[in-house]
């Protein structure tokens, strides 16, 4: 099995977003709406054998931002509700996936570190957001908070 095999495996397990309609499920049509936001929405690092992590952040307005903690709307409704060629002031730590023998290795760290200071540069971030689904998640979401000075709001968790 190839690395993105085992990526798009890892998503699976890690979020069935079969089962959670609440959950974004991403596909060429979500892939295509997050191009349209920023280039910085999706990264990837890889090695020779293919991707061995996935970034998916989402740039949104702080109204959305708050309507998506609060329960209010989903994933995908943030996605889709997101306004195109506006200034954000918000970021949706969506997913990180890193093969297991990636991880703890400060890459994913680093990938989203850089996403970010793309974003920043385009727009007066003032919040990340997430929806923790992991312990590893939830630790990751408050280190890149530590790491860019951008105070941390959090959805009711699913761990």
Same mark, same amino acid.
Not at 19 to 31: A, C, Y
Not at 45 to 52: F, I, L, M, R, T
Not at 81 to 86: E, G, K, Y
């Given at each position: 099995?190839?690395?993105? &095999?085992?990526?798009? &495996?890892?998503?699976?397990?890690?979020?069935d977003?079969?089962?959670?309609?609440?959950?974004? $499920?991403? $596909?060429?049509?979500? !892939?295509?709406?997050?191009?349209?936001l920023h280039e910085? /929405?999706?990264?990837?690092?890889? $090695? +020779?054998?293919?991707?061995v992590?996935?970034?998916?952040?989402?740039? %949104?307005?702080?109204?959305?931002?708050?309507?998506?903690l609060?329960?209010? @709307? %989903?994933?995908?409704?943030?996605?889709?509700? /997101?306004?195109r060629n506006? #200034?954000? +002031?918000? !970021?949706y730590?969506? =997913?990180?996936? /890193?093969?297991?023998?990636?991880?703890?290795?400060?890459l994913?760290?680093?990938? =989203?570190? *850089?996403?970010?200071?793309?974003?920043?540069? $385009?727009?007066?971030?003032?919040?990340?957001?997430?929806? =923790?689904? #992991? +312990? +590893?998640?939830? *630790?990751?979401s408050?280190? !890149?908070?530590?790491?860019?000075g951008?105070p941390?709001?959090?959805? *009711?968790?699913? @761990?």
């Amino acid at each position: 099995m190839n690395n993105f &095999q085992r990526l798009i &495996q890892l998503a699976e397990k890690s979020f069935d977003v079969r089962n959670d309609p609440d959950q974004l $499920d991403v $596909d060429e049509e979500v !892939i295509e709406k997050l191009q349209q936001l920023h280039e910085a /929405t999706l990264s990837e690092y890889a $090695d +020779e054998n293919g991707p061995v992590i996935w970034v998916l952040l989402i740039p %949104t307005t702080i109204e959305l931002m708050n309507r998506f903690l609060q329960n209010e @709307i %989903t994933e995908t409704e943030l996605l889709n509700l /997101t306004p195109r060629n506006i #200034s954000y +002031e918000a !970021i949706y730590l969506c =997913s990180a996936l /890193t093969l297991e023998e990636f991880r703890h290795k400060g890459l994913t760290l680093k990938l =989203s570190l *850089k996403a970010i200071e793309n974003l920043r540069r $385009d727009y007066p971030i003032k919040f990340l957001f997430v929806w =923790s689904f #992991s +312990e +590893e998640g939830a *630790k990751l979401s408050k280190r !890149i908070s530590e790491e860019t000075g951008i105070p941390l709001l959090e959805r *009711k968790s699913k @761990i």
